[in-house]
């Protein structure tokens, strides 16, 4: 039977390497036409903010690799609305399209996957 | 009933999670389970690396991990994406990208995150060390 994989994405973009590997372990699963799926949580909901300048720190824009996510199977995008609402945001801003969760949901959403990985 | 484990490492050497890590995976096999892979990744990378030093009265956790690997032939993947931008390289990368330092040590095979993948589906039990 396929394992699947829930990754728990918790790092803003601008801060260092842990958003853009998470995203590769994603990238690979999807390679491979393995389920995964994403849940940002904390600082890792900024990577789904739109309009972010990452030139003027000089880092690579990860907002694209996101979108490519479908292309690679990678459909099931979540996102923790206390740790948007934490940080003042508005889901319906994000430039990435992700199903909010409440905590309990996210309950739910960690007991359906066999993996739970975070970084 | 005995289970298949897969075990990935997220931090530098010094790190305490590195030495839980090792700790949990010698735990693993003595408790008479199966480790199919440890993957090492992000700054986990740097365990790997051959060069590291320490202290005389320091506990040297990346050769504990080298020995261990060793001792029972287990199968260490370090990612090669993550170890080429950490600068942890093997003869061939040292050739390919022109190195003078050739630094992986042996126990330890470069390969892709696919390897990750691959052992979680052979796995019954995935468990992370050093993650946020």
Redesign the interface.
Known sequence: MIKSVLLISRQAPWAGLGAAEALDIALAAGAFDLPLSILFMDDGVLQLLDKQQPQTLEQKDLSANLQALPLFGIEQLYVAQHCLAQRGLDHRTLAVAAEVLDDSQIQQLIRQYDYVMTL | MAMKFVI?V?SASHAPSTRRALRFAQATLAAGHEIVRVFF??DGVLIASNNIVVAQDQQDIAKQWQTFIAEHKLDAVVCI??AL?RGVLDQAEAQRYQRDAVNLAGVYQLS???Q???G??Q?DR?I?FG??
Request: aromatic share 10%; no cysteine.
């Open positions: 990935s997220l990744y992000q994406a993550a931008r892709g995150l696919g990750l993948h691959d979680l589906q796995a995935f992370s993650g946020e």
